[in-house]
């Protein structure tokens, strides 16, 4: 069953305000979200501490969500700061709450 964190997402992680951004797309956005801040995966994010959830967009479709991730991709940074403070102009960390159990790990097979 899905939740309110489980949803086809368009998201946007930061290092900081106004840090590096990272944008992605997920069927899981809980998921993910964890995975980003436990460095599950060296890469970008890891490399760059982009752990704190400042944007999200839910999508209906998977392929929806994909195609706004890579529209995203190509704005400017301007563009991308404004979108983000236009919902959140604290840039609040959005998952803050998420993970009040630090043993949780996703379900397995699920992202």
């Known amino acids: 069953m899905a939740t309110h964190r489980t949803f086809i997402a368009t998201y946007i992680m930061a290092s900081g305000r106004n840090g590096t951004l990272y944008v992605g797309s997920t069927s899981n956005l809980e998921s993910r979200v964890w995975k980003h801040r ?30 706004r991730e890579r529209r995203i991709k190509k704005w400017l940074r301007d563009w991308k700061l404004s979108l983000i403070e236009k919902d959140n102009p604290d840039w ?5 709450d998420w993970f009040p159990d630090p043993n949780w790990t996703p379900p397995p097979g699920v992202d």
């Open 38 to 67: 436990t460095r599950a995966f060296p890469g970008f994010t890891d490399a760059y501490d982009c752990t704190r959830l400042v944007w999200l967009e839910q999508h209906a479709l998977m392929l929806d969500a994909i195609r």
């Open 92 to 96: 609040r960390d959005l998952a803050a």
